[in-house]
């Protein structure tokens, strides 16, 4: 982190944290599509993504929660079996972990999520529920 000592120490905390959660959904994403029945793969995905949303709201980062709530609805769906892993979603999916890792970035270099959109990846989503 470039700017650590600009960034209050529960705010560093969260972006180690953040980082290790967000670099497993990728990894567990990639290995869903290759086998998208593994539930225990799918349940990591859950977690990490509802972690990072519980914490940007204690934080008040309310694009990043919001945009984790969203992928969290649909990987609820996904776990539930109303909806399946096809490779639009996993597309999208993908899509709305880089704009969090942006977002993510952004914290650690300002402090703020910046400038960064959010809608378009929610509205992707959506699309999915």
């Keep these: ?20 959660n967000l670099d497993r959904v990728e990894q567990d994403l990639v290995q869903l599509e290759k086998s998208s029945d593994d539930v225990e793969l799918l349940n ?7 972690t990072i949303k519980g914490n940007a709201g204690f934080l008040a980062l309310s694009k990043l929660e919001q945009l984790c709530h969203s992928a969290e609805a649909v990987l609820d769906r996904l776990r539930s079996s109303q909806i399946s ?23 650690e270099q ?17 699309k999915h529920l």
């Design 110 to 126: 300002s402090g703020v999520e910046g400038p960064i959109e959010v809608a378009q990846n929610i509205e992707d989503l959506k």
């Design 44 to 50: 990591s995905v859950f977690r990490s993504i509802h």
């Design 1 to 20: 982190m470039s700017e650590q000592e600009d960034i209050p120490e529960e705010l560093r905390i969260f972006l180690v944290e953040a980082y290790e």
């Design 85 to 107: 892993l096809t490779p639009q979603l996993a597309t999208t999916l993908l899509s709305a972990v880089d704009t969090v890792r942006d977002l993510l970035e952004s914290i």
